[in-house]
């Protein structure tokens, strides 16, 4: 387990860890006999799912606390990203139009050519 | 030359051949965004309106305007014509929106409704890629211009003797060069798609957090109570008290079902989910199929 908490990867792999330990508690807990282990291994479970919580609400509020200095964020990246694929997509009907506007010149000296012939 | 060029198309159609069309998976990730848009844009819109009367509210405790001279009313009202004004006089909108400018850090209403925005735009340029028929028009144009080339040189009486292509590899290679710019169009989808994936999924996330820390959600809180009514009934005592757990327990799971169907965060998280497979379908190997018909486009050209 990573010690920094901070960042998205963590916290979900923190998520992901005590969901899988709070399952597990809760399997045994079915299958012990003794009903104070039982109980016991239940309760363990909540605190499992209860600290869970307070770790995905941790998350929630680093994730809408300004952080300053942040050189970009998500939106803004994406921002850029969806830039260039429009830009990408135009210089391929840049050259689509491009034949079509060469074939209309060469129809116009066509029509041209057979009225001065 | 001219062999160098096609060997070269060639190579480049054969190379960015790849996905199958991805159509499908983006009509989904579309819809997917519009149905959370719907559901959350009225309460980000809430909440931006709100942003704004608390900026209003600062702007008038420090003694700043909070309207502008109303000059664009006046355009309307004089029924000036502005046709032939300079662009830095340019037509001022007449509406009512305040002078103040909302900030757009973190935990912002503005923050998250630009991430909002910006997840629509998104959806609304993988569709333009996915549905453009720039492929289809590189052919139909090739196909045109060589006809209207032809057309030409036969009326002007200079057709060349020694064409370097015949009438069928002229057609071969408009298909070719439609593939070639077909798999372009893919090739732009798929880092478009791949750039965007790991930005979508903290966007969401921020989404999510919006509308949990404001309250609007509360699935958490919702949660807690739910597993403590859970805890209750496994450490409850006696039949009677265990049934009286027990329907406690079920009250509480209708109250957390009515909250999961009013969480923005299930709709949001479906974002994620829908894009993830979106991903999968545009890496996807090339159809065997599409390599088959483009060795036939390059078998053609040979004549």
Sequence with gaps: MKKNVIGMATYEELLIVGRAASAELEERADEEPDLSQKKALRRTARDIRSGMTKLRRAQYVEL???????PSTAGARLRAAVKAAKADLRKLEKAANALKIAANWLDRATKLFRIVA | MARFCLIALCLFALSACNA?????????FGET???????????????????????????????????????????????????TVPDDQAVAPCDLTPKVTLSKKRGDAKFAQE?????QDYAATLSA????????????????????LTEFAATVNVAPKNAPLNAEQVGALGNLLGTAVEARRRAILERLVSTAHPEIRTIVYELIAHFEIKGDDDMLDAFDRLDAAYGRMTDAQGTSGYLSAVRAYE???????KQKAKAQSVKLLAIWRQHQLLLEQVKSRPDAAEIGKLVKQVQALKG
């Design chain 2, 115 to 119: 991430g909002l925005q910006t997840l």
């Design chain 2, 20 to 28: 199958p069309d991805a159509g499908p998976g983006v009509k989904a």
């Design chain 2, 251 to 257: 009250q509480e799971f209708k109250r957390f079902e």
């Design chain 2, 33 to 83: 965004v519009a149905a959370a848009s719907k559901s959350a844009e009225p309460e980000i819109d809430r909440a931006v309106a709100e942003q704004t009367r608390a900026s209003v509210a600062a702007a008038a405790r420090s003694g700043r305007d909070i309207y502008a001279a109303p000059l664009g009313c006046q355009d309307v009202a004089l029924s000036l014509d502005l046709s």
């Design chain 2, 129 to 148: 890629i996915s549905g453009s028929s720039v492929a289809g028009d590189v052919t139909t144009n090739f196909n045109a211009f060589n006809k209207s």
């Design chain 1, 64 to 70: 809408t606390t300004p952080r300053p200095g942040e």
